[in-house]
Structures are given as C-alpha cells and as structure tokens.
C-alpha cells in the first residue's frame, strides 16, 4: 500500500496523515490495544487529561517496539488548568502519568470562551514549549475569532486546530480560516459515530466504485480536503483498514457528493464553541 505523506506543521514539526483517538481505551487492555495499533502502523495517538488515560498510552508507547522518535502523542489541556500558572504544571503532570520525556503536541481542549482565560492558556503553552516539555503546541475547538485572539495577543499561531469535522458537518469556513492562518486542521469523528454515515448512498456508491469500505472513502475524504482524521476503533481489523487509504483517489464527482451531505445543524453533539464549555 503507498505510503501517505506526512504533515510538515508551521513550526517545523511533522505529524502522520491519520492519527488514532484513544478516548475510553483505559487500563492494561487499553495500553495492549493502543501498542498493537502502533505496532500495525499508526505513529499519532490523541489523548488528553480529560480522558484520564495518558498513563495507558505512555505504557502503550513502551510496550510497542517502535522507536520513541517515531511516534507523536498528543494531550490536551483541560478547562480547570488555564490560568497562566497552572499550565506548567498541568504538563509536568501529563508526562509524570504518561512516563514520557516529553510530548509532541499538546492542545488548549475547548477555548471556553465565557471564562476569557485562553490567552493566557496560550501564552502558558508557548512557554511550556520553550522548555521543551513539547514540541509543538496547538488548540481544540477553535473558531476563527479565538484563533485570531490568540495570535493577536502573542505573535504565535498554533500548528493544529482539532474540530469536529464529518461529511454531515464539513466546516469549510473553518477549514478555510485554518488554512489561511498556516494551520492544520484535525478532524475529530472523522466518520460520523453512531449516525447512518457509512450508509449514505453517496458514500456507498464511492465505496463500490473504487472497491473500499464507506469508512475508508469518508477517511480518504479528509485526506483530500487536507484535513488530519483522527479514527477511533478498538477493533484490529478496523485500525488496519482505517490506515490503509493509499493507492486510490475519490475524483470530483465523489466528493460533490459527499459534501452534499453537509447540513448548518450537523454537530453530533451539542458543542458549540460559542457556548459549550469543559472543564
């Protein structure tokens, strides 16, 4: 299967074309489960504090056999850590759990708007990659407006912002907005969770045309808009599919199709960046 290319991020750092969500994989079997993944070929796994599992894929990362400098890890900042000088140690603590010299991403989870406290979130991960305690440093749930605050007030634009992003919700304004401002977009339910996603006639009739799964053409779906899909499966078979989206390419008509599919209310869940806020 041809290799995907990496992603080369605006701070020089590199991220794989598909990363693997970790959410709910917990514990000793979490840890086998997401050490079998790296050893099948994912080289990114998305975690965060919120999911109370970067022990499990520290563990993962050393189980695996493949070198550290190959595999990324990202965690995510939590909502209660954003005061300036809670954010340093915040990360200390997530490589204390993780066992890892450092991490490669780490991202501010929601902006939490009503709060007001991002900037200085952000100001508190610049320095926190001053320090070397990551590599790069990025956001989560992010629109435009947060975005530019961001940048305005520090100077430094983050390599990443992760959305929800499927063919019921594409955000092409905020992947444009994305882009303009040099950063990478992730996709969070890349392939529509519980929903009749994969069912959808235009994706079944792109599946049959090009002798895939539905969950592969809404993955190589993402790849061609330029967008990082992060798929969550427990399932081997699953994982290995999910990975393997070279050597075929959705032509346009494909695509029109499948972002026909978009609709204004199409979130999942109720998470708005406007208003919906964790901690």
Do not use: C
């Amino acid at each position: 299967m041809p290799a995907l290319p990496d992603h080369t991020l605006n701070d020089g750092t590199t991220l794989p074309a598909v990363g693997l969500g970790t959410y709910a994989l917990r514990g000793i079997p979490g840890a086998e489960g997401m050490a079998e993944a790296l050893r099948e070929g994912y080289r990114l796994l998305d975690s965060a504090v919120n999911y109370e599992n970067e022990g499990a894929v520290g563990k993962a990362v050393r189980m695996s056999g493949v070198p550290r400098e190959q595999i990324r890890v990202t965690s995510k900042l939590p909502g209660r850590h954003h005061k300036k000088p809670n954010v340093t140690w915040a990360i200390e603590e997530s490589l204390l759990r993780s066992g890892l010299d450092y991490l490669d991403l780490y991202l501010i989870h929601w902006p939490n708007p009503s709060q007001q406290l991002f900037v200085e979130a952000w100001e508190g991960m610049i320095e926190a990659r001053e320090r070397g305690l990551v590599r790069s440093i990025g956001v989560s749930n992010f629109l435009p407006e947060h975005l530019d605050q961001l940048i305005d007030k520090t100077g430094v634009a983050p390599s990443v912002n992760q959305i929800e992003l499927h063919p019921y919700f594409n955000q092409p304004e905020q992947r444009a907005a994305d882009k303009a401002r040099g950063i990478l977009t992730e996709a969070w339910t890349p392939i529509g969770k519980g929903t009749g996603l994969l069912a959808e006639p235009a994706v079944v009739a792109a599946a049959n045309k090009h002798g895939r799964s539905p969950a592969q053409v809404v993955l190589r779906w993402h790849l061609q808009l330029g967008v990082l899909p992060i798929p969550k499966s427990a399932t081997p078979s699953r994982r290995r599919e999910n990975l393997e989206l070279g050597g075929f390419q959705l032509d346009d008509a494909d695509m029109a199709a499948i972002n026909a599919l978009t609709r204004p209310a199409g979130r999942l869940f109720d998470g708005d960046p406007r208003t919906h806020e964790e901690f």
